[in-house]
């Protein structure tokens, strides 16, 4: 019998490991959810879903690299909220953001913190609020380049407060800590899977959490719109794609693995520890994402005209 490809794809996927690229440095926020959720789905999988580390232009680099990888479902991308964002950001975006991806479904949700190097000398975040505004010419903002979670953060923040700080972009917040904590930058907005460690442990400061309410894991932690900070609300979610024209077995099967991950108690253990929880299983479909990322690229398109800052 001669069966259809379709047919032998369903049957044998995955046959070799498949590989999951991260779009910005090892060590940061997306590697640690990345690796995460790669070491369950490759137990599911019975393949080992290695993580690729491709940092660069706001994670533009990397997607654009599973952008024009081969559509054959080895090649996957985990990527955040900077998939929406960088569409309007880019003028020149090397891929169609709707037209180059099949979607895999919805991973998790995170929040975001201010932080500061340990010896910033405010204590609080209403102190840090007018510190900033007297020393906006000397003070020094991390990020992970034009287009990631933390550029978004760290613009909202400038805006609320009307200043603006000299920001010195890293291939990922990863690198990005190593300065904080060793002082070479003054502050940075990052997601708690990258920051609630050091938080916990004093060797940076953490100021305030961009969720409407307070987090669990930090409940001393004011939210920033306790501190007045308007528009700064914002939360971090993450999806997986695949290159346009994937088969679609291959894109089921993915996606039925995500999910089954996301249900996985220990997962949410893990994630919990740093601040955050899965996505419900039932988001972790193609639909979800497709409908997340639409919805998102329109929700921060205003924004971001109105901020003006574009890169090319
Ligand atoms: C970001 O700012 O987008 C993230 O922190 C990037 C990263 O994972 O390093």
Redesign the pocket.
């Known amino acids: 019998t001669i069966l259809s490809s379709g047919a032998l794809m369903a049957q044998d996927y995955p046959e070799r490991s498949i590989t999951m690229v991260v779009p ?2 090892a060590g ?4 640690t959810v990345a690796r995460l959720v790669a070491e369950k789905m490759s137990t599911d999988l019975g393949q080992q879903v290695i993580v690729e580390n491709v940092g660069g232009a706001g ?1 533009t680099l990397g997607a654009g690299q599973v952008a024009t990888a081969e559509a054959d479902g080895y090649t996957v991308l985990l990527h ?1 909220i ?1 998939m929406a964002t960088a569409a309007t950001l880019y003028r020149n975006l090397a891929y169609d953001t709707l037209a180059a991806f099949d979607y895999v479904g919805l991973v998790t949700e995170v929040p975001m913190t201010l932080v500061g190097r340990s010896d910033l000398e405010p204590a609080d975040l209403a102190s840090l609020v007018t510190y900033v505004k007297e020393n906006a010419d000397t003070l020094t903002m991390a ?2 380049g034009i287009g ?4 978004l953060c760290g613009m909202l923040f400038q805006q609320a407060l009307n200043v603006s700080l000299v920001t010195v972009p890293y291939q ?3 690198p990005a800590m190593t300065d904080l904590l060793g002082g070479q930058v003054d502050l940075m907005c ?2 708690t899977t ?1 920051t609630s460690e050091q938080i916990r442990g004093g060797t940076i400061k953490g100021y305030g959490v961009t969720t409407p309410a307070r987090l669990e894991i930090f409940p001393d932690m004011p939210t920033v719109a306790e501190a007045g900070l308007a528009g700064m609300e914002v939360s971090i979610w993450h999806g997986i794609y695949a290159p346009k024209g994937t088969p679609a077995e291959a894109v089921e099967r993915l996606s039925a693995s995500l999910q089954t991950v996301l249900a996985d108690p220990t997962l949410a253990a893990s994630l919990a520890e740093l601040g955050t929880a899965p996505s419900p299983a039932t988001d972790g479909t193609p639909a979800a994402l497709q409908a997340k990322l639409e919805s998102e690229i329109a929700r921060w398109e205003p924004v971001i005209a109105d901020a003006g800052v574009y890169a090319d």
């Open positions: 910005f440095a940061g926020p997306t590697d994670g955040h900077g990020n992970a990631a979670a933390s550029h990922g917040t990863g990052d997601q990258n």
